[in-house]
Structure formats: structure tokens, C-alpha cells
């Protein structure tokens, strides 16, 4: 059973920096693609980045682009986004999502598993 526990979450003010991670087990992930997603209140989940478990291919949103960095590491099964100039916009539930194949989807629809969410405020 796959399971993806998300932590990292917190309170910062604009301009400040947050770390998230993604703990993934009860699979081997080699031919997966994990992805972080955010959802706002009152908006619809929203693609932030993607990385291909195998070869580390990437994609990132517009919004986050030179911002936030999505990275894994294999010997933890865990992935990480580091997100630097926050800003309030950047204010949602983030979601971990693991997807069964590599072609790095921006579509929530795609994605195969997701964890519990982790929250981000950022004030101004």
C-alpha cells in the first residue's frame, strides 16, 4: 500500500523560506513520477512541480519558477520542495502526489496517490 506522509508546513512571513518533504513508502518508486500540488481556499488544486523518480527530469509551474526547487532523495524515498521568496500567494495546503508513470503530468486527474496535505501561510 502506497503511502505519502507530507511535513514541513508552517507560518512564514514574505520573503522567508520553507522546506517541505514527501516520505513515500510501500512501493519502490523507480518508475514513478512524484508531484507537488497546492490547493487554495475557494481555488481548485494547482500543479506546482514534478520530478521523475528515475533521471530526475523536471518541470515546474510559471509561478513558482527561480523560486522553488523540487529534489529527492533516493536512499530516504523521500522528495523534498524548497520554496525560497514566499510569497502570500503561495498561501495553500501543499499535496505530495506519486503518479505510476514518467511522464511528469501537470494534471491532478493523473496522479495516482496522495498524501494528507501540509499547510503554508505566509504572511505579509
Known amino acids: 500500500q502506497v503511502q505519502l506522509v507530507e511535513s514541513g508546513g508552517g507560518l512564514v512571513q514574505a520573503g522567508g523560506s520553507l522546506r517541505l518533504s514527501c516520505a513515500a513508502s510501500?512501493?519502490?518508486?523507480?518508475?514513478?513520477?512524484m508531484g507537488w500540488f497546492r490547493q487554495a481556499p475557494g481555488k481548485e488544486r494547482e500543479f506546482v512541480a514534478a520530478?521523475?523518480?528515475?533521471?530526475?527530469?523536471?518541470s515546474y509551474a510559471d509561478s513558482v519558477k527561480g523560486r522553488f526547487t523540487i529534489s529527492r532523495d533516493n536512499a530516504k524515498n523521500t522528495v523534498y520542495l524548497q520554496m525560497n521568496s514566499l510569497k502570500p500567494e503561495d498561501t495553500a495546503v501543499y499535496y505530495c502526489?506519486?503518479?505510476?508513470?514518467?511522464?511528469?503530468?501537470?494534471?491532478?486527474?493523473?496522479?495516482?496517490?496522495w498524501g494528507q496535505g501540509t499547510q503554508v501561510t505566509v504572511s505579509s
Open positions: 502526489a506519486a503518479d505510476r508513470t514518467q511522464r511528469i503530468p501537470i494534471g491532478s486527474h493523473s496522479y495516482d496517490y
Open positions: 510501500g512501493r519502490t518508486f523507480d518508475s514513478y513520477t
Open positions: 520530478i521523475r523518480w528515475s533521471g530526475g527530469r523536471i
